[in-house]
């Protein structure tokens, strides 16, 4: 493998990881807080439909990020409100999301634009364009870093970006504010942090939402940056690949932005190569694609350190006994 | 003494739940700009108006029996599996093996024969989850969302690069060979007098998973196991206390499920296909939990719902052939009564119960 190969592969990993990082990190949120979402999935595919539609009929894609972004959270509202209000099952409130959602953006995609459930293929300023960082054609020159740069670093969508810093964000918002310090108790002793005053339901709505959020950003760059609009099912899996990296970080912000990149590395290596020859063992594609999954059970096992999730996580907050 | 009645809480309370879902499914028809009585109307002749229709109303029931026992078999033990997909995805590989390479002349053989495969191989892929919920403390639900796609990656490995027969570019294997071909409700129910469709693929293995909700019925509520199963469900420390295993309990619980998620293979490999093809549950494991949720965990009630869904499968399909709604309708109506059966229940319960408590004042 030469260096320029290795390369796109890397630059592939880092659009690749990009998703599954966007909604690693939703789901952080939420299962920090205590609410169990396995519809991170349903959220992101809601999202990539109803931004791709509006980027298309708007030729905005700000626009269609926007309106994402309101269909991801108008799911984590109904999770909410199953799984906060209602002090319903946070798993089948969950399974229901996906479900809704799969079947709803076909439903609509085809009544919309009759095209066999998806949108039409977005062009222009309906999608997020490659941003090319300063110096980067003045550095191509440049051997080994010049590639580096202006392939690598340079040269992605600006969600891409974003992204990234969510995981600095993320860290600094968990670990050093009282916001951060607060949702992370009403996942791991609710009663207390109501002791203290403190709304439980506030606190745990606030981080469906957010988790709403940026779903919808993790469903909108689907549509909208890596590819050129909807297709049915785009999502294929990701929602659940990022519950298994939230699970393999053990539900740190840090932690995810490494799994999910190793994640958005075995999808770029599967997607190049067919079958992968390591000097006579040949990998077939299977096994890379369902590598996380395999991953995860292990270490969910306890097998390699151990992944404990948030104590209070999954079970509804019940002010009087 | 309970806040309302049994029969609100085993008949109303669903029936409230499907009512919300329909009323939703029917806005949702609105919206895209068709008629939802006509819609309903269509459903019904295509589903149940014919024994074609029924045939393949029954076929989908029958699938829907075995993934909704599947689900309703582990809720008792309070386990989520939501791995019946993976598990019947391997149920399909056992039954493949064993009418592929097995001697079967006759399918009074081979059914039997192929029912152990499925029933083994599904079983051994809930082993591992269940193993590590009862030993490692894994969650259950994520290790069987996991083993679901990795079923996927195997079954797709196996049929690309093993099963699939020298030359054909389909990812499948060979069609099954005479022997274990299972007879169909029309060769059934011919010889006494009653014409069934030919079409339809409705077959024999109907009557195995009526017989399977008369098993689970027996296991759960007629015998020792079934009884620790509950108690198990019911209080893990208490049945601690009263000397249940919860590791055994745990393991075998989840291997009946996945036996009867495998044991799905039967109707839709063996019966309908006739070879195994790539992704043949085609989401049945999935419905099986709006199944088992609708019909409140138990093989009467599982029976009910699936012939119910079996009716929205069949009459779904007719909608999509014939008017311009497509079939995923099915999927949002199967969202929504999972979400209020299951995850929004103490919202039609809650009024409910008021209602319930100031009738009894009242009295």
Redesign the interface.
């Known amino acids: 493998m030469d260096f320029l190969t290795l390369i796109q592969i890397l630059d592939s990993t880092i659009r690749l990881a990009t998703p599954l990082l966007l909604a690693c990190l939703a789901g952080l949120y939420s299962e920090r807080a205590g609410v169990f979402d396995i519809g991170l999935e349903g959220k992101m595919l809601a999202a990539a439909f109803l931004s791709a539609a509006v980027a298309y009929v708007t030729g905005s894609v700000w626009l269609g990020l926007l309106a994402g972004i309101g269909a991801s959270m108008l799911l984590a509202l109904v999770h909410g409100l199953a799984s906060i209000t209602f002090r319903g099952n946070q798993l089948i409130s969950g399974v229901a999301i996906n479900f809704l959602a799969a079947g709803l953006t076909v439903l609509v995609a085809q009544s919309w634009f009759q095209q066999g459930g998806r949108t039409p293929s977005l062009m222009g300023g309906a999608r997020f364009e490659p941003i090319t960082l300063p110096f980067a054609d003045a550095l191509s020159g440049v051997p080994f870093l010049g590639p580096i740069y202006g392939d690598l670093v340079s040269g992605h969508s600006v969600l891409v970006y974003m992204a990234f810093a969510l995981v600095p964000i993320t860290w600094w918002i968990l670990f050093r504010t009282r916001f951060g310090l607060r949702l992370r108790a009403v996942g791991e002793n609710p009663a207390a942090v109501d002791t203290a005053g403190v709304s439980v339901t506030r606190l745990r709505y606030a981080a469906v939402l957010i988790c709403g959020v940026l779903c919808g950003v993790a469903g909108a760059y689907l549509a909208t940056g890596l590819q050129a609009g909807f297709v049915k099912d785009m999502t294929a899996g990701r929602g659940f690949i990022a519950l298994a990296a939230l699970i393999f970080a053990k539900w740190r912000p840090w932690n995810a932005l490494w799994a999910c990149l190793l994640f958005g590395l075995l999808q770029a290596v599967a997607l190049r190569y067919q079958n992968l020859d390591l000097g006579g063992i040949v990998i077939p594609v299977q096994v890379m694609d369902v590598l996380p999954y395999i991953l995860t059970v292990i270490f969910l096992a306890g097998f390699v350190g151990k992944a404990i999730p948030p104590r209070a996580g999954g079970e509804p907050y019940v002010k009087e006994r | 003494m309970d806040k309302m009645p049994r029969w609100a809480d085993v008949f109303l309370i669903p029936l409230i739940s499907l009512l919300l879902a329909a009323g939703l499914s029917a806005l949702?028809i609105l919206?895209?700009?068709e008629n939802p009585w006509a819609a309903v109307k269509m459903m019904v002749s295509g589903a149940l108006g014919s024994t074609y229709g029924w045939g393949y109303t029954l076929y989908y029931t029958t699938n829907f029996i075995f993934t909704g026992l599947a689900v309703a078999v582990a809720y008792h033990a309070r386990l989520?599996n939501?791995g019946g997909e993976g598990q019947a995805m391997l149920g399909g590989l056992g039954v493949a093996l064993a009418c592929l390479y097995l001697p079967l002349p006759h399918w009074l053989l081979a059914l039997p024969v192929a029912a152990i495969g499925a029933a083994l191989f599904g079983a051994a892929w809930a082993l591992?989850p269940a193993y590590?919920q009862a030993k490692?403390?894994?969650?259950i639900?994520?290790?069987t969302?996991?083993?679901n796609?990795?079923a996927?990656?195997?079954l797709?490995?196996l049929l690309?690069?093993l099963l699939r027969p020298v030359g054909s570019m389909d990812p499948a294997t060979d069609k099954f060979p005479e022997g274990t071909h299972l007879p169909t409700l029309h060769d059934l129910l011919a010889p006494i007098g009653i014409e069934f469709s030919k079409a339809a693929p409705a077959n024999v293995t109907f009557v195995v998973a009526l017989l399977a909700c008369l098993a689970v019925w027996l296991l759960l509520w007629r015998t020792r196991l079934g009884y620790e199963i509950r108690a198990f469900g019911h209080s893990e420390p208490a049945a601690v206390y009263a000397g249940i295993n919860p590791v055994k309990i745990t393991m075998i619980a989840m291997l009946i499920s996945g036996g009867l998620a495998g044991l799905m293979a039967v109707n839709n490999v063996m019966g309908e296909a006739e070879r195994l093809v790539l992704n043949a549950v085609e989401g049945a494991g999935?419905i099986g939990?709006a199944v088992a949720?609708m019909g409140r965990n138990h093989p009467f009630g599982v029976l009910i719902a699936a012939l119910l869904f079996g009716f929205l499968y069949q009459g779904g399909a007719e909608l999509a052939l014939w008017t311009?709604?497509?079939r995923?309708?099915?999927?949002?109506?199967?969202?929504?009564v999972?979400?209020f059966t299951?995850?929004?229940?103490?919202?039609v319960r809650?009024p409910l119960e008021r209602i319930f408590l100031s009738l009894r004042k009242g009295a």
């Open positions: 949702v919206a895209i700009g989520f939501i591992i590590l490692r403390g894994s969650h639900v994520i290790t969302i996991m083993f796609f990795i996927a990656g195997l797709n490995y690309v690069n999935f939990i949720l311009s709604i497509p995923e309708l099915i999927v949002v109506i199967q969202a929504l999972i979400l299951g995850a929004l229940d103490h919202m809650m």
